[in-house]
């Protein structure tokens, strides 16, 4: 049992990275159970936040819907004309219905009575749910059962609706009540949980990899993968040297040195919780699935 975690530029509308993770899911499923962790896609949340904070700017409102749609849709057609066997309006009827779900929810907040912070993180936490539903129809077509995994029941936290932090003991208890067969790959939205009242509530921005451990916790799994769109952690940012060297290993405490001095390659929370809990935790590029990445150590 393994868990995959994928972020939002490993499902970028612009190239065809998205069909690389089809691939990945689909070959490890053929050898073992897994989990998958998803992010929206690239840019979706960012979209839906400036949506949010343009809430009584009806012509921002519908441009940010809009650019939303058109990545979508770009997705959905890249997988469709792929060799991969589902047509363009099996996804597009996805899209539809949760597009619908979103403008009610728009129509909703804009009444200033109704406002609220739990329906605002729904909201911001939009794509991360589309692209599981997506993900999920395409891996039914090679025969695969799923099992989604609705965050908001199953894992508990307590914190502000924007940023919570995970009841990782209580969550593991609500997991292992899950009766879920060897057959199913287990599909669950990256970035949110639920709290006592089992209301949406965020993680924080950039922290699917936090919901990817997580779940590595709670399944018992031998390992977790963090897929990037990058062979792995450097020492410098390789898109601006050439002299970047690539860690094949790093240690725990030296990657929380790294976050705390402003470093974004992982979310602070995934690296203290897989360090506390000892996660066997590699970092792969999905452009580059052979390479061996890095490996994350609790002693260097």
């Given at each position: 049992m393994k868990v995959l975690k994928f972020g939002g530029s490993?499902?970028?509308?612009?190239?065809?990275?998205?069909?690389?993770?089809?691939?990945?899911?689909?070959?490890?499923?053929?050898?073992?159970k897994i989990g998958v962790v998803l992010s929206a896609p690239y840019k979706i949340t960012d979209y839906l936040t400036l949506l949010v904070n343009?809430?009584?700017?009806?012509?921002?409102?519908n441009y940010y819907l809009l650019v939303i749609?058109?990545?979508?849709?770009?997705?959905i057609k890249l997988i469709s004309t792929s060799n991969i066997g589902?047509?363009?309006?099996?996804?597009?009827?996805?899209?539809?219905?949760?597009?619908?779900?979103?403008?009610?929810?728009?129509?909703?907040?804009?009444?200033?009575n109704l406002l609220k912070q739990c329906d605002i993180v729904k909201?911001?936490?939009?794509?991360?749910?589309?692209?599981?539903?997506?993900?999920?129809?395409?891996?039914?077509?090679?025969?695969?059962y799923v099992t989604i995994i609705d965050p908001t029941k199953k894992i508990l936290a307590s914190g502000s609706?924007?940023?919570?932090?995970?009841?990782?003991?209580?969550?593991?208890?609500?997991?292992?009540?899950?009766?879920i067969t060897n057959t199913n790959v287990i599909?669950?939205?990256?970035?949110?949980?639920?709290?006592?009242?089992?209301?949406?509530?965020?993680?924080?921005?950039?922290?699917?990899?936090?919901?990817?451990?997580?779940?590595?916790i709670c399944l018992r799994a031998k390992r977790c993968e963090i897929w990037k769109d990058v062979d792995g952690i450097y020492d410098q940012d390789p898109?601006?040297?050439?002299?970047?060297?690539?860690?094949?290993h790093i240690c725990y405490n030296d990657l929380l040195d790294l976050i705390k001095l402003g470093s974004k390659i992982l979310h602070f929370n995934s690296v203290s919780l897989a360090k506390k809990f000892n996660i066997n935790c590699i970092i792969k590029n999905i452009n580059n699935p052979n390479l061996s990445g890095t490996i994350l150590l609790n002693s260097s």
């Open positions: 490993s499902l970028i509308h612009t190239n065809s990275n998205i069909l690389h993770v089809i691939d990945i899911i689909i070959e490890n499923a053929k050898t073992e343009s809430l009584n700017n009806k012509f921002l409102v749609r058109v990545i979508f849709t770009k997705i589902i047509s363009f309006s099996a996804l597009y009827s996805i899209l539809n219905n949760e597009f619908s779900n979103l403008n009610n929810m728009i129509v909703r907040l804009r009444r200033p909201i911001i936490s939009w794509g991360e749910r589309l692209i599981v539903l997506i993900i999920d129809k395409v891996i039914k077509v090679f025969g695969f609706y924007l940023e919570s932090v995970v009841d990782i003991n209580t969550s593991i208890k609500n997991i292992s009540n899950m009766t599909l669950m939205p990256g970035f949110i949980a639920g709290n006592k009242y089992y209301e949406l509530v965020l993680l924080g921005r950039n922290s699917s990899d936090y919901s990817a451990i997580i779940l590595a898109k601006f040297t050439s002299k970047a060297k690539l860690f094949k």
